[in-house]
């Protein structure tokens, strides 16, 4: 059923320049590398990145994940005329990201403006296995006569964030007249960065090295024979003192230590073991599809697989960014995405790595708590965007209106509230999926304690009943609303899980258990309306609509802000994303089917779906509504966000929080797996008629299964672990190894 | 006599392209622009300057001349295909820079890769006579058939000094949907920045508008019929808070109101009037040579053009740094080059900029009194290199020995303490020169009277002799030496003239008068051995010598450095420039013309010329011996610097000291110009046999005089002013209006 994983770029384009960039990147959860050509080009933007090295590259500014210096560029000169393939012309062009083993491949027929051709084929992955190394190999064969090849390449820190700057270089150097590192730190967060590189030449010739201008090179000459592959192979090493912190080593040393042991190696085994390691990925964690349109299943493919490639699963002082380690775009921050859209793929194939995304706001309650204290509330306000210190690092301000000259304060910092619960919401989720109670009584615990604080410190008492005012949900063309349903019924969830669970471990804080039982006997619930629509808070069902069409067209763009200010939007029924659609998502069992229904639609037709964490969720809800054909529809234009034709959708890094989507929309959508209120997986499948099979593992409280769903049946391997009972289509069944029912 | 006074850039070839940017680079003191094509190339420097305006991008680094935001990148599409020369066929290409108007002109016929072909004519300068204006023009005419053509253009911020950030962005604005201003702020300096600019277009079509990643963009697409000439024209405004502290004006405001002022005019007109000034600026003071070889006109003539476009003939708070606005070399930093090597050609055609440069050093007497203590030295210790507020910004570290990873301390700072009698000399040399007795009360005898104090506190008593020990003088290739003779001679006169300037004005300081008299009866000055060679200090005549035609061959390289140390350069007879060639230029008459012959033929020997400063020096000296061929060999040597077919020789800038020399080996060297011991302006002129005739302007002593010299005749017409006596051949006039000197 293996069908091709392959991402492929087929024509040389510099308008799809950055695009691509960031769709091949490449990464391990330390080390994020984004795409960009060995050869320059105007306006290309390289990029290399370390999971949790974010600096401040002025007092004013908000952290941003670091620009590190570049390995990858690479200058080749011909004869004395510098190689360009907008020189000359080219005879074939195809690049490719292959899935299966982390590799681009770069293969290229080239004629010079004298009309000499060349094959170029450029390689080059980032370690699976071994989270500094980074490789790239380049094969160059003169195809008509000998020339002089020359290559200049090193590391590059002129490299900046859009001209930010946020290294000193501290040392450059030269050892053996072979490798070269260089030595950098954050001016602001004073973290040390340490990259190593050397060349390999399959023929050698003058080679020599210069530092100057940031930048350390060394330059290499050869006679080539015509007919005669080169082969120049050039192995990297990055490591930073949050390496150090962690294991002990210092980065340069343990630079240069791993180079050594690599150049003995080579690229061709370096590869072969990292491609290893993506293939037991790939094992233990691919969802296969058998679709009618192939594109299905590369979309998932490629989704889980930029998912693994910027989870920092090997630490828990970081988390994933909202464009993970693909660009500089949300400069690197942590919003709700993790928890809520990037977490769930992590807790059911690799709850561990769950774990750690939850110890990193766990390591972090302080710095939510001092927000609270900011604000006057108690407990813990985590901040809206993070990074490295888990302090708020949310800009406050937008970007400049040009025309005005103003720059609006940014509110989320301020009543973006829901993160509070989300991150609740998704230790509860870990817990219910583990059963993990060490993590529970300690850590889960307190986050669920200090959040639900925060919600009781949160409230407005109005006539008796608890009101949570002026918060924005999910959707942010609506601000400063009350009674958002998304929040109130989080917040509800978070002090009513914190209570269960002080219950459940004895907790003894009486006090926090009073006031968390009158929160929820108090709490003012949004419910349906007569026509059982569910306000999205206070205000919003009385506001005027207008007909949305063509900003749902260009859907993604915000063109709605070109057309009306942000304060015009605010009052209309105009959502960026819808909120209650989210909440029918996380509690599938709050509302009937009738009213979760009636409310998809409604939204949907006032939902733009400006953010990209918007359209998989929508066809999520549809695909649980029974609406198969909707719900395929908003798939398919989700699995688009990123690999679809805008040529600039995605120059500053990947929607991270839609890749998560897409494995959200396809299992807790149409394989319809959900956790029932009894706390047991729960399946009602709603497979799109375009599928005729669906194969996914998932990790369930200590047990591997292995679930595969056609239109007629499911079928449930226990691979490992004791038996369990599943529900599914509304029917429990105890499962011992393995469980096969017919869905009528 | 008018030859060609244009700069050609003939070929369009990456590999000189940033020599090129250097070369053409534009300027007018205030205003420093490099000649970056419009169209972005990889490795391509974009830089842009104000005088004056310096920051530090990190707390150990140096102050840096700032590249500030550029205006002068466009991008193009033709048919949705991005520009680029690299692209399709060139068919003809020229660019040019006119010395006579300041305006560039790029004329390209090019064909895209489909066969259609495009006349492209791009024009700028920076303005001559308003020091805050640019302007670009860009023509384009589609040959073959009705094209859609796409601009974008604006504010790029994302410039940066190879990586290291200077500025923040305040605040972008778009004006009436036409004007773009961009405000930044120095990140340690605290200089704020306006950067303003608007397009018209011939034909107008979607304008649209965007601010992003320190970027500000507009643009402007429309339907360009066939052979219809398109032009845009970009005009541009930069203003700085140091304008503000000057004469009042708010940057943001002065901005705007001059480029609506300057739109009203348009590019054709405003250039007009820059060229009108330039035109004034040759009048005054070009210096015609009729050679065989038409290259020297054209090398001089480019030597002052440049001098004048990067000189603060506006401002004295700056003075000019070691590349003008011309590059990033030595940060932009100022050096003894400014008062040896560029003040001459002020003091001589325009005296009120030299007395700027030396208002410049008196201005930072505090800072350099600072220096002197912090050494434990009384008086004046000016820095080796000094920027904005005075203070001492030599690196303390030169660049790493990337096989080392050792950073050598940087001796200049702490030993090359010559710059303080550099600056004594000038001053001297200005009072000379106008006989400004206003000037000399105060700031003159000021500097004066510190510069001796130092020299008197840096003695060290030898058996009742004052040695100057632990220097190094111009030649850095020997370092830490005692009784450099270019120190020690010229502490000599800087005491020597600070006691006659105190008496002249009768000042009271009797200790200072003594002790400086002590002074002159102790210290020891080198002189002539039983072979007429002065010892350039006390032990570089015992050192041993090798053969340098090698280096020779590739002065300017530094090659020596990379097959000895600078340890073992320092051992042996190795002159990176003379010391006392430098010396014999500076006094003309300390020494028998035997003596000056020999040791400039000594030292000539063993000196590499690997500073730019040297060539020229020799050339002068070699004139005066009479040395005609030997002399014009040298210029034209020195000539080629910067003008030379090198590919990279100046990518970072022009040599602005060896422009400055260019003119002194002409003026003093083949004209022979000097004030002798009366302090008579003195001619004994020594013309290549090439050189038919030459003819320049001289300022002197409130007075205009032109110069005419022949093989066989001086002619000095006064053109304003009192009648004077002149020297000639060592014989006496007096000119009241005219003088005819047959010379035999």
Chains 1, 2 share one sequence.
Request: hydrophobic share 35%; charged share 25%; with cysteine.
């Amino acid at each position: 059923m293996k069908t091709q994983q392959i991402i492929y770029d087929k024509k040389f384009d510099l308008h799809f320049i950055n695009k691509y960039a960031s769709l091949m990147a490449l990464g391990n959860g330390y080390l994020g590398l984004r795409s960009a050509y060995e050869e320059d080009y105007p306006d290309q933007t390289r990029g290399m990145y370390i999971s949790g090295v974010y600096n401040k590259s002025s007092v004013k500014g908000t952290s941003e994940l670091v620009n590190i210096p570049d390995i990858t560029h690479f200058h080749f000169e011909i004869d004395g005329e510098i190689f360009s393939l907008l020189d000359g012309k080219i005879h074939s062009y195809e690049r490719t990201l292959n899935l299966v083993n982390g590799e681009i491949t770069r293969r290229i027929v080239w004629e010079n403006r004298f009309g000499d051709r060349f094959r170029f084929c450029f390689q080059r992955f980032v370690s699976k296995n071994d989270l500094h190394l980074l490789a790239l190999k380049v094969t160059v064969t003169s195809l008509d006569k000998a020339v002089t090849f020359n290559i200049m390449t090193g590391i590059d820190a002129q490299q900046t964030n859009f001209g930010n700057q946020h290294l000193t270089e501290e040392n450059v150097r030269v050892f053996d007249e072979e490798v070269m590192q260089g030595i950098y730190e954050t001016t602001e967060s004073g973290h040390i960065v340490a990259v190593t590189t050397s060349c390999s030449y399959s023929i050698k010739g003058k080679v020599s090295f210069l530092a100057k201008n940031r930048k350390l090179q060394t330059t290499m000459e050869i006679e080539l024979p015509q007919n005669t592959p080169f082969i120049v192979e050039k192995l990297g090493t990055v490591y930073s003192s949050l390496d150090q912190e962690y294991d002990g080593l210092d980065p340069q040393t343990a630079g240069l230590n791993a180079l050594h042991a690599h150049n003995l190696i080579g690229y061709d085994k370096l590869m072969k073991k990292s491609a290893h390691s993506w293939n037991n990925f790939w094992q233990k964690k691919r969802v296969k599809i058998s679709s009618t349109n192939d594109f299905d299943q590369l979309a998932l493919d490629y989704a889980i697989y930029q998912l693994e490639s910027m989870t920092p699963a090997h630490d828990e002082r970081f988390s994933i960014g909202a464009k993970g380690l693909t660009g500089e775009g949300y400069k690197g921050h942590v919003f709700w995405d993790t928890e809520i859209f990037m977490a769930p793929f992590q807790l059911f194939t690799e709850p561990e790595t769950a774990k750690k995304l939850l110890r990193y706001r766990y390591l972090h309650l302080d710095q939510a708590k001092e927000k609270a204290v900011l604000y006057h509330y108690k407990g813990a306000l985590f901040p809206w965007e993070s990074a490295f210190t888990g302090k708020e690092e949310t800009p406050e301000f937008a970007a400049i209106n040009i025309r005005t000259g103003k720059r609006q304060k940014v509110a989320s910092a301020l009543a973006e509230h829901h993160i509070v619960a989300d991150i609740a919401y998704t230790a509860v989720q870990y817990y219910q999926a583990t059963l993990d109670d060490e993590f529970m009584k300690k850590e889960g615990l307190a986050l669920l304690k200090e959040t639900a604080l925060f919600w009781i410190s949160r409230v407005t008492e109005v006539d008796g009943k608890l009101f949570i005012k002026d918060v924005i949900g999910p959707d942010e063309y609506t601000e400063h609303i009350d009674n958002n349903a998304y929040t109130n019924y989080m917040a509800y969830y978070n002090v009513e899980q914190a209570i269960y669970f002080m219950n459940k471990y004895a907790d003894q804080n009486q006090t926090l258990l009073n006031e968390g039982q009158d929160f929820l006997n108090r709490l003012y619930l949004p419910k349906p309306n007569v026509d059982n629509i569910i306000p999205q808070d206070d205000t919003f069902l009385s506001k005027p609509e207008i007909d949305l069409s063509t900003y749902k067209e260009n859907q993604g763009s915000q063109g709605i802000l070109l057309d009306y200010s942000r304060q015009e939007v605010n009052e209309m029924q105009i959502l960026k994303q819808a909120d209650v659609v989210m909440l029918l998502y996380l509690f599938p069992d709050l509302f009937s089917k009738d009213v979760v229904s009636k409310n998809l639609h409604y939204y949907e037709k006032r939902t733009i779906h400006d953010s990209s964490l918007s359209k998989a969720i929508h066809a999520l809800v549809a695909a649980r509504c029974g609406e198969r054909k909707l719900a395929y529809e908003l798939f398919q234009e989700a699995c688009l966000i990123d690999l679809g034709p805008k040529s600039n959708s995605s120059d500053e890094g990947l929607h991270a929080a839609s890749l998560g989507a897409i494995w959200l929309a396809t299992i807790n959508g149409f394989a319809n797996l959900s956790i029932n209120r009894k706390q047991i997986l729960s399946f009602n499948p709603e497979l799109p008629e375009n599928w005729r099979e669906i194969t996914f593992p998932i990790q369930w409280q200590g047990r591997t299964l292995n679930i595969t769903i056609t239109h007629q049946n499911i079928e449930i391997k226990n691979v490992r672990g004791p038996e369990l009972t599943v529900e599914i289509n509304g029917k429990e069944y105890l499962i011992s190894s393995k469980l096969d029912v017919l869905l009528t």
